[in-house]
């Protein structure tokens, strides 16, 4: 993973420009989608924004901060063939990789660190999806959102 996506709200400006920083000093390609303002701002627009970029391949992976994580994480997964988690901590985001094969990791700027944000990242960067078993339930994941599709045209005759 070379060329990364990072999202952001209000509440987390700072952490954002810390790991971009962080990332670019270890060789990363960091695109900024986020905001930069202390205003307001909607965090679904930034987690739409890495998710869009992620899907279509012109990121390798993206990391999303809101307050908590758990906003922006769920407007990310709203995307088809995202696969967003939210971690606190380096083992779940470590995890999340080599089991889920997750494609942009998030974290709240309200509940952790900055310091444990690199952490949760260098992690989830340095982790590799191991396939087998946890890919047949990984493709099962990925399914429901055809199973919605077919849902959908079906009720409408589309
Ligand atoms: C903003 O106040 C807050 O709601 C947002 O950053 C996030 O925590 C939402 O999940």
């Not at 900024?32 to 970029?53: H, I, L, Q």
């Not at 606190?88 to 310091?115: C, D, M, W």
């Not at 959102?145 to 077919?150: A, D, I, S």
Request: hydrophobic content about 40%; overall charge negative.
């Amino acid at each position: 993973m070379k060329k990364l996506a990072i999202g952001n709200d209000h509440t987390a400006v700072e952490m954002k420009r810390e790991l971009i920083a962080y990332l670019q000093d270890k060789g990363y390609q960091v695109i900024n989608a986020g905001t930069d303002s202390p205003e307001s701002f909607a965090y679904p627009v930034s987690g739409y924004r890495v998710a869009k970029m992620v899907v279509s391949g012109e990121v390798d992976g993206g990391i999303l901060i809101c307050g908590t994580g758990v906003g922006i994480s769920l407007a990310a997964n709203k995307v088809d063939g995202i696969r967003c988690c939210v971690c606190s901590e380096p083992y779940s985001a470590k995890l999340s990789k080599q089991h889920n094969n997750s494609n942009i990791i998030a974290f709240g700027a309200r509940v952790i660190g900055t310091e444990m944000a690199k952490m949760i990242v260098d992690e989830w960067l340095q982790a590799e999806f191991q396939g087998g078993r946890h890919q047949i339930r990984v493709d099962m994941i990925m399914e429901i959102e055809q199973t919605q599709k077919l849902k959908a045209a079906e009720e409408t005759g589309v």
